[in-house]
């Protein structure tokens, strides 16, 4: 392509718009706020005296996000951050709202107020300090292995919580008496992992390969990352009794695999791995056909389908548009803070607010596959898609499962369940993937084209002489 051919191309200049995304957060903080006063107003006929209050923290939460959006990634995507705090507030008025049907009244919003506080802090140091998400690049099997550690971490004897009895999972670790998911911090540590090994090797990935009856082949190397997640998985599987972390982190490896290289044999490869691996561990593992039975057919263990049982009555009673905020009975059903709180949205705001809710995600994952393709860089195309995924699997598995589209994964609902590890992990990932926006859509400073440079190769040169008061 010649230098007037480069030049003569068009040039895609993106605004800022921080004035639009001031716009949308105060539109998404009044969806909390509204939540939080409808639902007294009606159980109680009448708003707390101090809710005065309680909207102002919010409002001053939301729109301190965006004042660090504002100056420090100007050129951000101006939707992903609304999104995020229309998801959080409702979470909150959501989990307010089941605190006071439970008796006596619980603090589970308080304590949800104060971990998303901790998470916009968070949010805010790693958009101060992290001006080029690049520099982690290159620690592939550095960043592997810590969230590997991270993953396997509460199988280690001594740091198990108590939590795991409640859950039924063994996915909680407690030190100094706090309890934590490690494997919420592994998901950041590992898709930088996989985004920074997939762009050193996405070539050899794509290219080498034996062709057989018109099906390329990978080599035996090349399958020894996707051997080594697909063992990973196995065993959180198994030892961990948690299906959705172990499908969460397969399934992202293999979409990141197939966006690096864009080729469907590695979805088929890993397609074959898992569903293989899942009915071989049916038939030896107890657990797994027990959420097999609870999604096949709920009724015939009541005992033990307890939960989704009673999610799926309050669902079916909130019908198309809900009981209405405050109304219905979720606290009936186990948990339904953390796991089950999409089926608390579709009791009280019915088929139509569970599904407006879904529609905030898919804008939010959507505008995060489009940073992915804005990006110049591979490493920040991966690490945008990788995060986008994560956010996509989460939501398809936790809202499948609640609705028995899928078996019960036990996975959280980003930014709505109750639980500090996942939220602060949630803020943390989008901080990155806002300055990874910010780099693709900021303004990149021209450069001329080689043929605009004057050829002086034949120019003449002579020697001048320059004497007081001129050129003589």
Not at 105 to 116: E, F, H, K, M, P
Not at 188 to 194: D, G, N, P
Request: hydrophobic fraction near 55%.
């Amino acid at each position: 392509m010649t230098a007037q051919a480069v030049a003569d191309q068009p040039v895609v200049v993106y605004h800022k718009r921080r004035n639009t995304e001031l716009v949308l957060v105060l539109a998404a903080s009044l969806m909390g706020i509204g939540g939080w006063l409808i639902t007294h107003i009606n159980r109680d006929d009448a708003v707390p005296s101090n809710w005065w209050l309680i909207a102002g923290v919010w409002l001053l939460v939301c729109v301190g996000a965006h004042v660090v959006v504002r100056l420090r990634s100007p050129y951000a995507d101006p939707v992903i951050l609304p999104c995020v705090l229309a998801l959080n507030g409702l979470g909150l008025a959501m989990i307010h709202r089941i605190d006071l049907g439970n008796e006596p009244v619980t603090n589970g919003a308080t304590n949800q107020l104060v971990w998303t506080v901790l998470g916009v802090v968070l949010f805010a140091l790693v958009l101060v300090y992290m001006r080029d998400y690049r520099v982690l690049q290159g620690l592939s099997y550095v960043l592997f292995l810590a969230g590997m550690v991270l993953l396997l971490l509460p199988l280690v004897p001594g740091l198990a919580s108590r939590n795991n009895d409640l859950n039924g999972s063994q996915i909680w670790i407690e030190v100094f008496g706090y309890s934590f998911q490690p494997a919420e911090i592994a998901k950041i540590a590992l898709t930088l992992a996989f985004a920074s090994y997939l762009t050193e090797n996405r070539d050899l990935l794509q290219l080498a390969g034996r062709r057989v009856l018109g099906f390329q082949l990978p080599r035996m190397r090349d399958l020894i990352p996707v051997l080594v997640m697909w063992a990973g998985g196995i065993i959180v599987l198994v030892f961990e009794n948690d299906l959705g972390t172990s499908l969460l982190f397969f399934g992202l490896f293999i979409m990141m695999l197939y966006v690096a290289t864009s080729q469907a044999r590695w979805v088929v490869i890993g397609g074959v791995l898992f569903t293989g691996a899942a009915l071989a561990v049916g038939r030896i593992a107890p657990h797994v056909a027990t959420r097999v039975s609870s999604w096949l057919d709920p009724f015939s263990n009541y005992d033990v389908n307890y939960q989704i049982i009673t999610a799926q009555y309050g669902m079916a009673w909130g019908g198309l548009f809900g009981k209405g905020w405050g109304l219905g009975r979720p606290g009936l059903t186990p948990v339904a803070s953390s796991d089950f709180i999409s089926a608390a949205i579709a009791e009280e705001l019915g088929l139509a607010g569970l599904v407006a809710v879904l529609l905030i995600y898919m804008l939010m994952i959507g505008r995060g596959l489009r940073t992915a393709l804005t990006s110049s860089d591979v490493f920040g195309k991966l690490l945008a898609a990788g995060f986008s995924f994560v956010f996509a699997l989460q939501v398809f598995a936790i809202v499948g499962g609640v609705t028995r589209l899928l078996p019960l994964t036990g996975l959280t609902t980003p930014f709505m369940s109750q639980g500090g590890s996942s939220l602060i992990a949630n803020w943390v990932i989008v901080a990155i993937l806002l300055q990874i926006s910010h780099e693709a859509r900021q303004p990149v400073p021209a450069e001329a084209p080689l043929g605009s440079i004057a050829n002086l190769a034949d120019d003449r040169t002579a020697l001048i002489d320059v004497k007081p008061g001129g050129l003589s």
